[in-house]
T-cell receptor, first 112, second 109 residues
C-alpha cells in the first residue's frame, strides 16, 4: 500500500529536549516536505527536499532542521524545542510531474 | 495580504443543497491549483486539481479564473459525508505549495 508514515503520532516533551520526528514514504517520490498546521494559520511549509541531499527552507524554518540521506526518509529535527513549536506536523511526498501530494497521518507535538 | 485567502465558514447546509466555496490568490505567477479535503484531525487529501478550462468530477466542479486570480469549488447534492474542511492550494513553483486556511462545511439532515 502506497503511504507516508510518521512517528511518533503523539509526543509531549519539555522545552530544550532535542527530538526527531521520522517520516518515510514507499512511493519512490522525489519531493518531500514538512508542514505545521495551527488554528487560523493553516498549513505552513517548514522545509522541503527535491531529492537526496537537496533540501531548502520553506516559509517557517526557524527552530527546525531536516536531512535527506535516503530517498524514502525525511526526518524533522527540533534541536531545542520551545512552546511555540507546539503544533500538528505533517510530512508529505510527491512524485516529479505529479500533482497529488500524499500526506502522513500527522504528529501532534506539545512542548511544555 | 495572505497569499491564499478563503472564507473560513462554517457553512452549514442541508443535505441535498448546492454549496460554493471561493478562494483568491495573490501571486499571479502561480502555476497549478488544487482543492484538498481535510477531515477533523486527519491528513489532507487531494480532492481535485483545477484547470483553466474548468473541470468536473461527479458532484464536484472546480473553476479557475486567472485574470481575477480566483478559484472556486461547487458541490452539488451535498451529502453528510461531504462535511469536512476544504483547502485551496496554490503551487507557486516546483514544490512550493501554499495552503489556504480552509473553509469548513457542515452538511446537516
Amino acid at each position: 500500500e502506497a503511504q507516508v508514515t510518521q512517528n511518533p503520532r503523539y509526543l509531549i516533551t519539555v522545552t530544550g529536549k532535542k527530538l526527531t520526528v521520522t517520516c518515510s514514504q514507499n512511493m519512490n517520490h522525489e519531493y518531500m516536505s514538512w508542514y505545521r498546521q495551527d488554528p487560523g494559520l493553516g498549513l505552513r511549509q517548514i522545509y522541503y527536499s527535491m531529492n537526496v541531499e537537496v533540501t531548502d527552507k520553506g516559509d517557517v524554518p526557524e527552530g527546525y532542521k531536516v536531512s535527506r540521506k535516503e530517498k524514502r526518509n525525511f526526518p524533522l529535527i527540533l534541536e531545542s524545542p520551545s512552546p511555540n513549536q507546539t503544533s500538528l506536523y505533517f510530512c508529505a511526498s510527491r512524485g516529479t510531474g505529479r500533482s497529488e501530494q500524499y500526506f502522513g497521518p500527522g504528529t501532534r507535538l506539545t512542548v511544555t | 495580504r495572505k497569499e491564499v485567502e478563503q472564507d473560513p465558514g462554517p457553512f452549514n447546509v442541508p443535505e441535498g443543497a448546492t454549496v460554493a466555496f471561493n478562494c483568491t490568490y495573490s501571486n499571479s505567477a502561480s502555476q497549478s491549483f488544487f482543492w484538498y479535503r481535510q477531515d477533523c484531525r486527519k491528513e489532507p487529501k487531494l480532492l481535485m486539481s483545477v484547470y483553466s478550462s474548468g473541470n468536473e468530477d461527479g458532484r464536484f466542479t472546480a473553476q479557475l479564473n486567472r485574470a481575477s486570480q480566483y478559484i472556486s469549488l461547487l458541490i452539488r447534492d451535498s451529502k453528510l459525508s461531504d462535511s469536512a474542511t476544504y483547502l485551496c492550494v496554490v503551487d507557486r513553483a516546483g514544490n512550493k505549495l501554499t495552503f489556504g486556511t480552509g473553509t469548513q462545511l457542515k452538511v446537516e439532515l
